[in-house]
């Protein structure tokens, strides 16, 4: 009787185990890998947000109802004014009436149904409620019938011009919106926007862009070498009892905990030529000819953000160190003394290898930040003077959210993500099965 | 290598720390000087110390509420992804479940992932919710980043704990959850409240998210906040040292009473113990 009964315990707690997952797996699928496949979607296509015509992603020639049912109920509107304000223009009115229905009906008759969702975005938009749905929104159109709209609202776009001619005053108005809503019309045909890998060629052959790699590059090799190099010399020279070392540990950590937003409008105000005194300080010891250089040249960009983020990171680092030095039990190095190692040989003997593990783990999560680095330059320099410092990071926000570019931002982000990738698969193989030690059941 | 210190130990470690907290105290400084005095000299000192920095700071921009909004954020963030977290670590190290390395390989692969690569998509999914410039709209984010963290933290905590205490409850009758709830993640106290801060940290301080989902002024948080005291045609640097007082401040605060916890959290992921 015992035995089944363990055995749906076990199973219970199986389950559990799964649920107790579920959420986490959960939110990493839709929040992170669903919208890395999109953003990787979204770069085959020109797709700019700032762009009527580019601002969704189009496969095929197609029609957005919400624009064209807006635009023909205020052309419909609009010729009602214009038929107030100047009886003579009936005849052209009808014709225009005449031609934009037999398109319409046309239109409705190229797909099973088209005219049931036609009539619902016109009530949502009846009742001011934006169309979100894309499948409702958007519908595929066939060329023949696109070709005959285009020309037809050319056409009446050109009758109402003439019209114009010799209108009197108060029909100007009406008849001038009147050419500009028929003419907008034609903004509901969108022509399909799918380049392919365009904005991976047009990107890769793009100077500005590899300047950003290099920068990137530059920017991750020299601050994680500098805060690795500089933080094991803190660190071992730490690693010993004294006074104050509470103290000593929280003041090293405030650089690590302050937003690197603020970080970096402190380095922008201590760098400035006017009034920063590490301008000022550096230009009177020599190192700079005038304090306006640091961040008004490349070079003097590059340097500034290089060193406000050693400055940020080489506390943290060392502390990590320590943490893998204070692991190393001190008989080794008496056993050392004893055999006559120096200190030296004593470094690279016992030290080294006993914190390797502990040294690649930090050198991994540092330099996939630095490669992904975009508050710190984004607010100290701004990627400037003249793109100098801009990471790829930075570059792709600027052409995401400032150019809404869409397409070329999304490739961008592309390739920092693969960049990001190659480098952890270099380091993990390096690492190996450390990183998981300690964290599952053996 | 517990060697004693001497005098020389001392001298380097006042200039190592007074070289890390240059910045700090320089900005201060330069905070309670009056404006004229600030692009006019490099003298340390004034002589005529003013707060009227810190009154203007507060005064052009909604700076507390900058602090607010970060606080709220923060705050939710930390608690829905400590629970989400402590679930998976617990499942992951606990129950026999099957997949725990390909579970916690995507957990691993889902901390280094570049946040610029998720940006634009993560834009258009919060603006069709209607989310933006909301507190929702950065925390629903915000947990998914702090999740691979928190889940890689908790678990160095959790394995540490006794087997047998999960046995005994087992016996007294407990279901696993119960056992869970009751048992480890009380015994795991410590570890959670670690990681809470970092998760609180990490949350406080982020900045791609916050500037490009929250634009509208009142529902900023403290990093873009200031970001934003620089102006195209004037950099009111007393204002900006000032508000970088006055954000520190709470920092600093919460760094001293938790350093202890703080260092044992940054160090469980990368060293064997």
Sequence with gaps: MKQPKKRRFQL??????????????????VIIIWPILLSAWNSLFDYRLNDPSKAERITSLSINLETYADNRYLVYDTMEDVRDTMPQAESTLANITSALDEQHETLLKTDEGLADRYEEVNTMLENYQPVNDDDLRLTEIPEAWTDGFTATLDEQTAAVQTLREDAPEGAIQPLTDLESQLSNTKNAVLEPNFVGVNNYTQYLANGRTWTAMLNTLLFTVVTVGVELAVGMLVALLINRVFIGRGLVRAAVLVPWAIPTAVAAMMWTFLFDGQSGIMAHYMAQLGIIDDPGVLLSTGAGGMFSVMFADIWKTTPYMALLLLAGLQTIPRSMYEAAAVDGANKFQQFFSITLPMIRSAILVAVLFRALDAFRVFDLIYVLTGGGPANSTESISVYAYKLLFEQQNFGAGSALSVIVFLSVALLSTIFIKLIGSDLFSGRLKQ | MAKRAGIGFYIFLIIFVFLVMFPFIWVFLTSIKPQGEIFSSFQWFSSNMTFENYVSALETRPLLLYMLNSFVVATLTTIISIIVASFTAYAVTRLPIKFKGLILGLVLAASMFPQIAVLSPIFNFVTDAGLRN?????????????????IWILSTFFIKIPLSLEESAKLDGATPFQTFRKIIFPLAAPGVFTTAILVFIAAWNEYLFALTINT??????????????????????GDITAATVIVTIPIVVLVLLFQRRIVAGLTSGSVKE
């Design chain 1, 12 to 29: 219970n707690e199986r389950q559990l185990g799964y649920a107790m997952v579920a959420p986490s797996i959960i939110l990493i699928a």
């Design chain 2, 134 to 150: 909301s507190y929702l709209g950065l925390v629903i984010p915000y947990i998914t980043i702090s999740l691979p963290l928190a």
């Design chain 2, 216 to 237: 509208e002024d009142s529902w900023r948080t403290i990093p873009v906040g200031i970001s934003f005291y620089q102006s195209q045609f004037s950099v009111p640097w």
